[in-house]
Every structure is written in structure tokens, then in C-alpha cells.
T-cell receptor, first 107, second 113 residues
Framework: AQRVTQPEKLLSVFKGAPVELKCNYSYSGSPELFWYVQYSRQRLQLLLRHISRESIKGFTADLNKGETSFHLKKPFAQEEDSAMYYCALRNTDKLIFGTGTRLQVFP | ETGVTQTPRHLVMGMTNKKSLKCEQHLGHNAMYWYKQSAKKPLELMFVYSLEERVENNSVPSRFSPECPNSSHLFLHLHTLQPEDSALYLC????????????FGQGTRLTVV
């Protein structure tokens, strides 16, 4: 079955510390993966997708098919990065989301 | 407001009430979705509409009834809900159903008492 797992409900770091939000998936086929972010009082929005191989707001995510992972990383966290982060997997015409990880960045 | 707009933002209803959630998008998208976000659970896809035609119904109970009168509007009609239906209901749209960059509304927080 297709599934997205985000093992951490909460990740707390200090400003300037590196951040890694974990995402593992199970999918039979060639996966297409995304990270969505929801800042406080804002709507859920796309942060990045693996096919773009881009860095958004300093975040990157590399698809590792061997480990079936798509971890989100940022070398130096900022306070404004505090938000809920959702990993998502495309399954034909729909997105399957993980349970989300809340990132708290302390000053 | 541009983007995807949901009304109301908050709704409290009794188990015997009938209410409707509304979603409107001004992005020219052809696909619209209803998601349910419960505490401690992943976002659950409920319904998918493409060009006003329902293309997906994820085994959602019949007490939830979607309606898509045109490509800009999506409704979720609620009838005889249960307390466990209390959740955040999110609407999203995308240019096509195979384009999964979904644009989300801010959601309706539903409480069933």
C-alpha cells in the first residue's frame, strides 16, 4: 500500500542549527514526492517537489530510492521556519500525505 | 480574495443539523478536492472533481455529500454528522487532476456536538 511516514511529530531546534525533517514512503513504482508547509494562520502550500531539485527558502530534499526516503533539510534554521511540514506522495491523480512534523525554531 | 476561499471558517453543528461548506477558487483550475484533517491523522482525501465531474470518492460516508456546480465552486453538504466527524475540512484546487501542485484553502474548522 502507498504510505507516507513522518516519524517525528515535533522537532525543536535553536536558530542557526541544522534541521532534518524525516519522511519515508512506500510506493510500488517511480514515486513523485513533495513537501508542503503550513505556517501559523496560513494555508497549506507547496514548498518543494523532488523533480525540481531546487532549494526553496534554504530547504532541500533529496529522493533516496534505496532508503525510500525524502528527508527535508536546511543547514541553518531560522525562526520564521517554524511551521507544520507535510511530506506527500503522488499516487496517480491524488496526493497521499504524512501526518506532519511541527518544527519549532527557538531564538 | 484570490486563490482558494472557504466559508465558513468555523462551524459548530448538532448531529441532527444540515449545513454546507463552500469552496471557491479564482485560479482557473479544472480540478477541486475535499480533504479532511483530523488530529493525529494524515490528511485524508475525500472527493476529487475534474471539470465538475466527480472522479474519486474515497469511501466517504453518505452523510457527506459533495456538489460541484461549476469549475469554480465546490460544496460539501453535511447531514446527521457524528462527533468523530469534527475536523478541519480543507478544499484544494489544481489545474488538472494529474497536476498535483494543489492550492489549498484555509479550511473550515467543524465541530459536531
Amino acid at each position: 500500500a502507498q504510505r507516507v511516514t513522518q516519524p517525528e511529530k515535533l522537532l525543536s531546534v535553536f536558530k542557526g542549527a541544522p534541521v532534518e525533517l524525516k519522511c519515508n514512503y512506500s510506493y510500488s513504482g517511480s514515486p513523485e514526492l513533495f513537501w508542503y508547509v503550513q505556517y501559523s494562520r496560513q494555508r497549506l502550500q507547496l514548498l518543494l517537489r523532488h523533480i525540481s531539485r531546487e532549494s526553496i527558502k534554504g530547504f532541500t530534499a533529496d529522493l533516496n530510492k534505496g532508503e525510500t526516503s525524502f528527508h527535508l533539510k536546511k543547514p541553518f534554521a531560522q525562526e520564521e521556519d517554524s511551521a507544520m511540514y507535510y511530506c506527500a506522495l503522488r499516487n496517480t491523480d491524488k496526493l497521499i500525505f504524512g501526518t506532519g512534523t511541527r518544527l519549532q525554531v527557538f531564538p | 480574495e484570490t486563490g482558494v476561499t472557504q466559508t465558513p471558517r468555523h462551524l459548530v453543528m448538532g448531529m441532527t443539523n444540515k449545513k454546507s461548506l463552500k469552496c471557491e477558487q479564482h485560479l482557473g483550475h479544472n480540478a477541486m478536492y475535499w480533504y479532511k484533517q483530523s488530529a493525529k491523522k494524515p490528511l485524508e482525501l475525500m472527493f476529487v472533481y475534474s471539470l465538475e465531474e466527480r472522479v474519486e470518492n474515497n469511501s466517504v460516508p453518505s452523510r457527506f455529500s459533495p456538489e460541484c456546480p461549476n469549475s469554480s465552486h465546490l460544496f460539501l453538504h453535511l447531514h446527521t454528522l457524528q462527533p468523530e466527524d469534527s475536523a478541519l475540512y480543507l478544499c484544494a484546487s489544481s489545474p488538472r487532476t494529474d497536476n498535483t501542485e494543489a492550492f489549498f484553502g484555509q479550511g473550515t474548522r467543524l465541530t459536531v456536538v
